[in-house]
């Protein structure tokens, strides 16, 4: 079983940066792999950024790729996503994932995530 929680949400203008946070408890952290996700109201979730439980290996949306980085610790059970270049059309709530099967490329399905945050909203004002 593995709770998360994330933070670091808040708003920004455009062309800011935000870092999320996606703080795990549990002590198989590091076996698993990482996602985030985001959805805003009336819409589908979307998949953001992920990270295998090496930290070496990570994808991101075309969206977000060039402006926005995930990266891991896993001896402190926390995930990151670093994001620069913040446009309104970022605006949503961003969710963490983890899954213990899910590998390579199957990292963009959220349907192959066991567990999720509560989210943290992203606003940002143009």
């Known amino acids: 079983q593995v709770q998360l929680v994330e933070s670091g949400g808040g708003l920004v203008p455009a062309g800011g940066s935000l870092r999320l946070s996606c703080a795990a408890s549990g002590r198989t952290f590091s076996s698993y792999a990482m996602g985030w996700f985001r959805q805003a109201p009336g819409k589908e979730r979307e998949f953001v950024s992920a990270?295998?439980?090496?930290?070496?290996?990570?994808y991101y949306a075309d969206s977000v790729k060039g402006r926005f980085t995930i990266s891991r610790d896993n001896a402190k059970n926390t995930m990151y996503l670093q994001m620069n270049g913040l446009k309104p059309d970022d605006t949503d709530v961003y969710y963490c994932?983890?899954?213990?099967?899910?590998?390579?490329?199957?990292?963009?399905?959220?349907?192959?995530?066991?567990?999720w945050g509560q989210g943290t909203q992203v606003t940002v004002s143009s």
């Open positions: 990270i295998n439980w090496t930290g070496r290996r990570t």
């Open positions: 994932a983890a899954s213990p099967t899910a590998g390579g490329s199957s990292l963009v399905r959220g349907s192959l995530y066991d567990y």
